[in-house]
């Protein structure tokens, strides 16, 4: 059977393709962001998952606002990146698993979520730039097997947090009834709190940040008393990507260990935020 061996939140600000890119890690200005992910290279490196199902949204490379999937899954058998517009170099295509992808479909629409398929889908920096921070040598990154699942929450309505953390709960399920010697990893990416356009550009919420990620193992319901609409003014229009990290919260389970965190304002003019859970129940 597979296992769900854990779960990494992560920031994923194009910058820090750029960054990796260029070998700024030690850079004064990088250095306090990626001194935060030593524990997750080590943790990566020592549990070598098979696969990655990264959690995260489409900013208009795949989807744009005409047609806007709550939730697609891939179930290609690879994904590749293209021009956005940041300038980061086209990355090797990530290998993809279509037979795990459907199994995961196929329970997802099974426990009622509409899942949209997506045979072919490219993906952009909120799927590259989490790769390139989990696995940043190319050797190692090309060992992991991906499943891309993307979340609306760019074009209103949104999906509730509490929808996102009901998927995460059938992810769970659905990877533990796979029939298959698979040590699998959930990547839930986004926020933290940011705002990148308007006349508050550049708004940032240390406070409410620092209670998410404190609440995030034991209590993630937290999160839920807040509509999406309220979350847009608290952490930022851009900030309620977080949500997705209730996804990975969710699919993880309840018998769960923290092994790191850290937060770091500002990347770009975003609020960076990592935390990386062990599953005990496995
Ligand atoms: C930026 C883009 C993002 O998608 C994000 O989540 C944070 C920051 C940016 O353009 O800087
Ligand atoms: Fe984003």
Known sequence: MA???GGVGSSHVPAIGNALEQGLQTDPYWKPFFDGYK???NWMEDKKPDVAILVYNDHGLNFFLDTMPTFAIGAAAEYQNADEGWGLKPLD????DPEFSWHLIDSLVHDEFDITM???MLVDHGFTVPMSLMWPNQDTRDQVKVIPLCVNVVQYPFPTAQRCLKLGEAIGKAVASF???LDVVILGTGGLSHQLDGERAGHTNREFDTEFLEKLKDEPEWLLKYSNYELAKIVGPQGVEMIMW???RGALGGNIRELSRNYHIPISNTAAGV???ENDAV
């Open 3 to 5: 296992r769900l061996i």
């Open 39 to 41: 524990p997750v290279w």
């Open 275 to 277: 935390i990386l859970f």
């Open 179 to 181: 029939d298959k010697d």
């Open 246 to 248: 209730l996804i990975m």
């Open 118 to 120: 997506c045979q072919e």
């Open 93 to 96: 295509p990530f290998q993809g």
